[in-house]
């Protein structure tokens, strides 16, 4: 029997007994959430509904794609679309709302040419129509360069905010215009070839990003730090360093990753099997294919996490591993007597990354379904890695001491420990489609024990659910209306908090089936009762990824 969410396991047809795929039936379509859309630079008066606190004041920052089509040429992947950047100005229990696209290079050559002139994840640029036959011939055999259209998210180095994605671009941007300032490469620094859209920042404002670098001994993964202060007014990322290089394994196909995590000692590095096939990748061009035909999923695999001394850039030789896994987004870590414990969201199955096609998210009826029910669901998850094992460990044991912890480490050889994780949920998160774009209160609890995170649940293909999870017993508190869906919910403290939940969860809701409805939610973290909604009088497609921006 369907629960009251229509999701139901599925039975006949199951990849895997250990994997959450469903069997759901009757999704509403969804299309105008990849909609092109205007930019609006002048700031727009929203129109306030109930109550936004008025200790609230700063910009909430949102990062998204806003442009899906360049002239008669469509892009292909929700990745792909041009960077719109929004912010909320909150004043005074006052919204205002505005939207620039990035000036980045992509977007004006794109512009120029009325026709995509630079190739994205999901889609390639085709040769020019106005060279000859022999022209555009030769055109494919050029090395693609990378994109500057950065989609992903807002995030800092040095005080300065930057929007990113996952190539060595970055833009530093002003965030009372929107405007961007300085683009910014990061392999004039290190010798990297692209950096993560979630960096971590230590206490002291020292940023730490991982990044690969390609050479013709191979891929190898790097744990990149940036120092917290700027030397002059105009310093970006100088002081960079690569504080350590680890070699992958299979020299030309190393691991997909899109973020990591990080204790207050250590960066874990997560190598998961989804895997980039460089040649793959580099011959795109020449078969008319996209950076996404080069990355699959190998569920041969184990996962693998590395763990790396950020003071010392000293890598473990214990290798961490569990069965194949496929994550984005962590929740936090910390250390705590001896062990490292790594909440994460994770799935059981990697092919995610290459349904989401905006053609996908375009589909109705069974066409629609069909997609949502081959996306493997993703879930809360706990690992407690020892730290502390060495020759004299026992093998065949489990290592895992913490009390109430169903999690497993146990050492198998010299320098490998298999582990099993816990659920950090309750059954009843299966009836929301399980959780993804997961946030805490990151200023006073990341890399600390904490107790609270919140999430979107994911009935559809995207969030339709805001969810706070209780770890004391993970109970459970959920938002959600009919036709709403809410993005990524960001925290903000109240300024004399003195419990971890004090303070308000913002998240933009897009209302796909209602014009013009879309609204800037507030809800209360601690009881998650809907404060207020500042309602925006434009439509807004679905986002990625934001931050608060709080000024005094």
């Not at 300032?181 to 940023?207: C, E, L, Q, R, Y």
């Not at 680890?246 to 995590?261: C, L």
Request: aromatic share 10%.
């Amino acid at each position: 029997m369907p629960n009251k969410a229509g999701i139901t396991p599925a039975t006949k047809g199951h990849k895997c007994k250990n994997q959450h795929f469903t069997d759901v039936h009757g999704l509403p379509c969804i299309e105008k959430i990849v909609q092109s859309v205007d930019d609006t630079p002048q700031p727009l008066q929203t129109v306030i509904r109930g109550t936004i606190p008025r200790w609230i004041k700063g910009n909430f920052l949102r990062n998204g794609p806003g442009k899906f089509e360049i002239g008669k040429q469509n892009f292909n992947h929700w990745f792909d679309g041009m960077a719109l950047l929004h912010q909320f100005k909150i004043e005074d229990g006052q919204v205002t709302y505005k939207s620039r696209f990035l000036t980045s290079d992509c977007y004006k050559a794109n512009t120029e040419h009325d026709r995509i002139v630079v190739s994205e994840f999901g889609t390639v640029a085709m040769p020019d129509p106005c060279k000859n036959f022999f022209q555009r011939f030769l055109s494919r055999f050029h090395m693609p360069k990378p994109t500057d259209n950065a989609s992903v998210s807002f995030v800092q180095y040095k005080g300065d905010y930057y929007v990113s994605t996952e190539t060595n671009f970055m833009h530093k941007v002003d965030p009372e215009t929107l405007e961007a300032t300085k683009k910014v490469d990061w392999s004039k620094f290190i010798a990297v070839n692209g950096a993560t859209a979630h960096p971590h920042m230590d206490p002291d404002g020292t940023t730490y990003n991982m990044g690969n670098s390609y050479t013709a001994k191979g891929a190898s993964y790097n744990i990149i730090s940036v120092p917290p202060e700027k030397a002059t007014p105009s310093d970006t990322l100088e002081g960079a360093k690569v504080i350590c290089c680890i070699p992958s394994v299979d020299k030309t196909k190393p691991s997909y990753y899109h973020s990591f995590a990080m204790t207050e000692n250590y960066v874990v590095f997560i190598e998961q099997p989804i895997k980039m096939d460089l040649v793959k990748i580099v011959t795109g061009k020449l078969r008319g294919k996209g950076i996404s035909d080069g990355i699959y999923w190998d569920p041969k695999l184990d996962t693998i996490f590395h763990l790396i001394n950020k003071h010392t850039g000293k890598l473990s030789q214990i290798q961490y591993h569990t069965k194949a896994l496929s994550t984005f987004h962590q929740i936090n870590a910390f250390e705590e007597n001896g062990f490292l414990v790594m909440d994460l969201c994770a799935s059981d199955d990697g092919q995610a990354i290459n349904n989401y096609m905006v053609q996908n998210l375009r589909k109705s009826g069974e066409a629609l379904d069909e997609v949502y029910n081959t996306l493997c669901r993703v879930f809360p998850r706990r690992f407690v890695l020892p730290l502390n094992v060495n020759s004299e460990t026992p093998c065949g044991e489990n290592l895992n001491t913490r009390p109430d912890s169903p999690a497993t480490a146990i050492k198998t050889s010299k320098n490998r420990v298999d582990c099993t994780h816990e659920d950090l949920h309750g059954d009843d998160l299966h009836e929301y489609g399980g959780l993804e774009f997961p946030q805490i209160n990151y200023a006073k609890y990341n890399t600390h024990p904490y107790r609270y995170y919140y999430g979107c649940g994911f009935r559809h293909l995207v969030g339709d659910s805001l969810i706070k999870m209780d770890l004391e017993g993970k109970k459970m508190k959920v938002w959600e209306k009919p036709g709403f869906y809410p993005s990524e919910p960001v925290f903000v403290p109240t300024p004399d908090a003195t419990e971890e939940d004090d303070g308000v969860i913002l998240s933009v809701v897009i209302t796909p089936n209602e014009d013009k409805g879309t609204f800037l939610l507030a809800l209360d973290a601690k009881s998650f009762e809907e404060l207020g909604r500042a309602e925006v009088p434009v439509n807004i497609p679905y986002g990625f990824h934001g931050t608060f921006n709080a000024t005094t």
